[in-house]
């Protein structure tokens, strides 16, 4: 089984790049299944129901997210409403929506997607560890193929989040920094991981927004406007071949695509 693992998807840059990118690359690459973080698709903060339906249609199958999830007030109703967008698992009860899902793949197989939200430099949430202990009960229960979005700051947290899962999901894909790191790898007992597999959208930036305007912010230590970069857009990710019979990953593999130009954000 082949499955895509998305970056986070930034404003209308990632989004373009995803819908002219993930129908090919599932077709090039007999892609089984695509996930992709979602959190910053609408103008680099949030997503809006319109917004993950265009994803859909390009071609992803489950997005998940992160803190940034609540931008739009669009995604409380669309979180309750579809069960392909996921929130982070460890949220209080009584958030909208859900932490995690099983989908079905075109072959009839059943895969878990979990989505879990660091605590280092961010919100004080649930224990991300044991949220994903007690959510893997459950997937178990149906499908040995379950992948874990990490989407946390600290990258300590993200790699130990990997150690803590190894030989119990197929992989943990780390989000939310948006600067991909090169230590893909499988891990002794099975887990495919990556510490952060980077954003899906403009790198001619700072971490997906205007350089102008961020070293603006940082010169002058105040509240400045930080817009969408539209230059250099790529797509990362991460490509995890798993057994579905034993869930084990069997080889992992950092992949990016490159657009010409620039593409403004207009939303």
């Known amino acids: 089984m082949k499955i895509l693992l998305i970056g986070d998807i930034v404003g209308r840059p990632g989004r373009v790049i995803v819908e002219r990118e993930v129908r090919r ?25 319109n917004l993950a339906e265009e994803l859909f249609r390009a071609g992803v199958d489950v ?18 409403l579809d069960p392909r967008v996921l929130r982070p698992a460890n949220y209080p009860d009584g958030a909208p929506g859900a932490g995690s899902t099983i989908v079905e793949t075109l072959k009839g197989e059943k895969v878990g997607i979990l989505n879990v939200m660091g605590r280092v430099f ?26 874990v979005d990490m989407h946390a700051e600290a990258t300590s947290e993200k790699v130990a989040m990997g150690w803590f899962l190894d ?11 948006h600067i991909p790191t090169a230590d893909e790898r499988i ?13 899906t959208g403009p790198y001619d930036s700072v971490i997906g927004r205007r350089v102008d305007q961020i070293l603006q912010r940082f010169l002058s230590n105040l509240p400045v406007r930080s817009e969408v970069a539209d ?3 790529q797509l990362r990710g991460l490509l995890v071949e798993v057994d579905p019979a034993t869930g084990k990953a069997t080889a992992v593999e950092r ?13």
Not at 136 to 143: F, P, S, Y
Not at 256 to 266: A, H, L, V
């Open 25 to 49: 690359l599932r077709e090039e690459r007999g892609l089984d299944l695509v996930v992709a973080n979602c959190e910053n698709a609408a103008a680099g903060a949030g997503i809006t129901p």
């Open 63 to 80: 997005l998940t997210s992160g803190n940034h999830v609540w931008r739009k007030k669009e995604a409380f109703e669309l979180l309750k």
């Open 122 to 147: 961010m919100e004080p949430l649930d224990c991300p560890f044991r949220t994903a202990e007690r959510e893997l009960v459950r997937l178990k229960l149906v499908t040995s193929v379950i992948i």
């Open 167 to 177: 030989g119990k999901v197929s992989c943990v894909f780390g989000t939310h920094t």
């Open 187 to 199: 891990l002794p007992q099975g887990t495919g991981f990556i510490t952060d597999v980077g954003m």
């Open 231 to 233: 230059g250099n857009v």
């Open 255 to 267: 992949l990016t695509r490159t657009m010409n130009g620039t593409i403004r954000d207009t939303d």
